[in-house]
């Protein structure tokens, strides 16, 4: 599974990336954060006047001045969290659920004095890379006997989740700067590193992670309070989630949440004595930002593990065969043609309607399963190809850009047990690079799911038409 079982990363993406957030900021520090003006990102204009730029906007007829001062900080959280069963199933097997995270962060604060089209458009976000090391010693995992696992049979220790070390590109975009306090939201994306998996012989019941790596997601709602000019306390609700988004099995996926507290080592800042000026004026930020309707062509080639093969070994394998809750699954290939007509309106954000073609190459494994199960009409009506319409959307934050889309399939046949754990509709969230001595083509990496299961991982290469 992906973040909630996947499809609720999507939701809550385009839930925190879709709407605008201003910020604003009120009297009483000398930090950035709280200037004790108003400036609206948009009205900002910027010229070289030498060792320091001077930058004008619009706030009635006042005048700031201030220093650009340092971009870079540091911050270190911890988080005593829990675990937490999603469904009714998983809520059998789950039983420890206490976990400790320790992260530190190295940060690049942008500022106003940058000139940075982007960072102005999202209030001037504060970009990080760092780790997090997760001590999950309090988890313990057991199945114990029930009639739900068929043939699997009870063992006689616990399982365990094991350490879990993460390591991540993370932003955080603050919507509130009030005098010393700031409110922000926080994404972090990365991989995830686990000391301890699924194996069949001393971690059988660990169905949250089956594989060594594993997709980091993380988010978090914080709030900060500037003690000193250097230093601030911070507080607040933190979620993360690892799975390997179906490229092996099990895949149920680790999600947990908890309150999080730390510390934030604020960039240098120096007094409102010369340096930028900020005043009002009647230009807006230097921008070649041109609307554009464009056509996005890309092609996918990823593949997947199969949940069908995950069911049938764990619970309707005889205890005595080789395959019996076995670790080891069979990788299948998959394909994509993606494409969209699309409308980039303002610089961060482009919607638009595509098709999607889907290829897999399991479908010879998925007739062999339904003819296995007796249903030989449900196996001739197999067909390896789907086909989806979809409403698609795209964050873009210079070169790098996240990809989403929620789509209904308007032709799809994958099997009786297909109809059973998966959805008519479809969802899809990907992180893209784009080369502009390419002509704009990207390279990027998305996950395929539907609604509660990822469906498929894969590697994508793209190239964007401009029509108008």
């Known amino acids: 599974m992906f973040f909630m079982r996947n499809g609720h990363l999507i939701i809550s993406l385009m839930m925190l990336l879709w709407p605008a957030c201003g910020w604003a900021a009120a009297e009483g520090s000398d930090t950035l954060a709280a200037t004790g003006e108003r400036v609206e990102a948009a009205a900002l204009r910027a010229t070289d006047t030498g060792a320091l730029p001077t930058v004008t906007g619009v706030r009635g007829n006042d ?15 911890m988080m005593p969290g829990r675990v937490i069963p999603l469904d009714s199933y998983s809520s059998q097997w789950i039983h420890g659920k206490r976990t400790f995270t320790l992260g530190a962060e190295l940060n690049y604060n942008t500022l106003p004095s940058d000139s940075d089209a982007y960072a102005a458009a999202f209030g001037y976000p504060t970009l990080s890379v760092g780790a997090a090391y997760d001590f999950n010693h309090g988890v313990t995992l057991h199945r114990y006997p029930s009639p739900s696992w068929g043939k699997a049979q009870e063992v006689d220790y616990m399982s365990g989740l094991g350490n879990a070390l993460s390591v991540y590109f993370s932003v955080s975009r603050p919507f509130v700067r009030a005098g ?13 590193f686990y000391t301890y998996y699924y194996n069949n012989r001393d971690n059988i019941d660990n169905e949250l992670i089956g594989s060594p790596i594993n997709i980091y997601f993380g988010a978090a709602l914080t709030a900060s309070w ?22 092996a099995r099990p895949n149920k996926g680790e999600n947990a949440v908890g309150p999080v507290v730390g510390v934030v080592w604020l960039p240098e800042r120096e007094p409102h004595s010369g ?38 070994t764990q619970f309707r394998t005889d205890p005595g065969d080789p395959d019996y809750r076995t670790e080891h699954f069979h990788f ?15 610089r961060k954000w482009a919607t638009g309607i595509g098709a999607d073609l889907f290829y897999g190459s399991y479908y010879k494994r998925i007739r062999e399963i339904e003819t296995a199960n007796g249903h030989a009409d449900d196996a001739r009506r197999v067909s390896p190809w789907s086909v989806g319409i979809a409403l698609k959307h795209e964050v873009y934050y210079h070169r790098f850009s996240v990809a989403m889309s929620v789509g209904a399939y308007l032709y799809r046949n994958m ?18 690079y784009s080369f502009a001595s390419l002509g704009g083509m ?23 038409i401009r029509v108008y």
């Open 63 to 77: 005048t700031l001045t201030v220093r650009p001062g340092s971009h870079w900080g540091a911050a270190f959280r």
């Open 180 to 192: 010393r306090l700031q409110l922000a939201y926080v994404l972090r994306l990365g991989l995830g």
């Open 275 to 312: 340096g930028h000026t900020v005043k009002n004026g009647s230009g807006g930020l230097h921008d070649d930002f041109r609307k554009t309707w464009f056509v996005d062509l890309g092609v996918g080639v990823g593949g997947k593990t199969l949940l069908e093969d995950w069911q049938i």
């Open 332 to 346: 299948h290939p998959a394909y994509s043609l993606q494409t969209a007509f699309m409308y980039r309106y303002i």
């Open 415 to 432: 099997g009786s047990s297909a109809k059973e754990i998966e959805k008519p509709y479809y969802e899809r969230i990907g992180l893209r």
């Open 442 to 464: 990207y390279l990027g990496a998305s996950v395929n799911a539907h609604l509660t299961k990822a469906d498929f991982a894969e590697l994508v290469v793209g190239f964007p």
């Open 226 to 247: 500037q003690l000193t000019p250097r230093w601030a306390l911070m507080g607040g609700v933190e979620y993360r989630h690892h799975s390997n988004g179906a490229l």
